[in-house]
């Protein structure tokens, strides 16, 4: 079969999520034979064409640079084509012409936060459109949705298949705009076996992308309740944090900042407990079962679906969650998240015990995420695609 993925988010490096899902779902199809090409943002905006020929230099890739606004590269068999315009209408026209001359089985659009890859994907293959929903906030419905657009919503229902991680969003999605969504379980390891990485003497109790939908208000909280522990906390790209958070970050002298990295064992290798506080509700929680499968314990929020990305494991920790895209945050109570990270702390058995059950439940999971099954589903939806009406 022949992919097509549009995205915003860079394809190298991936630091979050959503598009190291996007990324590995195309590297597991590529490596079965079937072939995919990601149309995407070359970098992020406070990356210059500099540093990307030097990152990517750095991982061995050829970084082929075909005009002032666009380079191209193949990594691990998917090739990418890296767009650094900001003229929509030239991004438009160029997936167009992309769609177009591969003719693929189906084009799988991710989130389209600025409302245009869904729109030239459905002009160049209106039966053959697949979008995958990672985040609710660049939905263009409900009331988590930065910005509402019934045009954008009234595309969502021509597409072939509309795509979640969760029941939690499958069931938001029918409730704010009558759409029946597909669960998937994305790949976000590859098959080499997951090593163990957690121990009770590693350095740091983690955060990864120190913002206020992530909860960085209660990590800092957390960092004055233990001063004589070490917190780490990850910034992803882009803004995060903002000047105001990075200050607060900086101003804690038990808070160190860690770069981010491809390899999220990187981070986890250092980290004794991570924290997941999320405040705006997810949609999955990806770095959860991946954390959990290396054995490094999680304390989460119950905010959206991450009693789901957590397995059945302690511990789940209660927060007032925003309930709309404004940034607002809700006062926050810590002190049943000191407790929890007190005893986690404190009690060797009791780290131990939730890494154990951690990584037994995250290896279970992701032994669940086989490619065979996104295979298979895709497989339907083509031959829907090009079933006589």
């Not at 491809?262 to 770095?287: A, C």
Request: glycine letters at 6%; a neutral charge; proline letters at 7%.
């Amino acid at each position: 079969m022949r992919f097509v993925l549009l995205q915003e988010e860079p394809y190298l490096p991936t630091y979050s999520g959503a598009p190291k899902a996007n990324r590995r779902l195309l590297e597991e199809l590529a490596r079965r034979g079937h072939a995919c090409l990601a149309v995407c943002a070359a970098h992020h905006t406070d990356t210059s064409p500099a540093a990307l020929e030097a990152a990517m230099a750095a991982r061995g890739i050829e970084l082929r640079r075909v005009s002032s606004w666009l380079c191209q590269l193949t990594f691990r068999g998917v090739a990418v084509d890296g767009l650094s315009t900001g003229d929509l209408a030239r991004r438009s026209a160029w997936i167009g012409g992309r769609i177009a001359e591969r003719s693929p089985d189906l084009v799988l659009v991710a989130d389209d936060p600025r409302r245009y890859l869904l729109a030239a994907a459905l002009a160049a293959a209106p039966e053959r459109v697949v979008f995958v929903i990672h985040h609710h906030r660049h939905l263009p419905f409900g009331p988590l949705a930065a910005r509402r657009d019934a045009e954008q919503t009234a595309r969502l229902h021509h597409v072939r298949a509309v795509l979640v991680m969760s029941r939690y969003s499958r069931d938001y999605v029918a409730r704010h705009a009558g759409l029946t969504a597909l669960r998937v379980a994305l790949p976000v390891d590859g098959p080499e076996p997951v090593p163990h990485l957690g121990a009770a003497d590693n350095r740091f109790v983690t955060l990864v992308k120190p913002i206020a939908d992530k909860g960085v208000s209660l990590f800092l909280a957390l960092a004055d309740r233990f001063p004589e522990v070490e917190l780490a906390a990850v910034p992803t790209w882009g803004s995060s944090p903002d000047a105001i958070q990075l200050a607060a970050l900086q101003a804690r002298r038990n808070v160190h900042l860690l770069p981010p990295a491809d390899d999220i064992g990187d981070v986890l290798k250092q980290t004794r407990v991570l924290l997941v506080p999320s405040l705006f509700p997810e949609t999955f929680g990806l770095l959860v079962p991946e954390a959990m499968a290396r054995g490094v314990p999680v304390l989460a929020s119950n905010a959206g679906a991450l009693d789901e990305a957590k397995l059945g494991v302690d511990f789940m920790l209660p927060v007032r969650p925003m309930t709309d895209a404004s940034g607002r945050v809700p006062p926050q109570d810590a002190r049943p998240w000191a407790a929890t990270l007190d005893l986690l702390l404190s009690s060797t058995r009791v780290w131990e015990r939730c890494s154990r059950l951690s990584r037994e439940a995250g290896l279970a999971h992701l032994a669940r995420t086989r490619i065979e099954d996104c295979e298979e589903l895709f497989g339907r939806l083509a031959e829907e695609a090009t079933a006589p009406i």
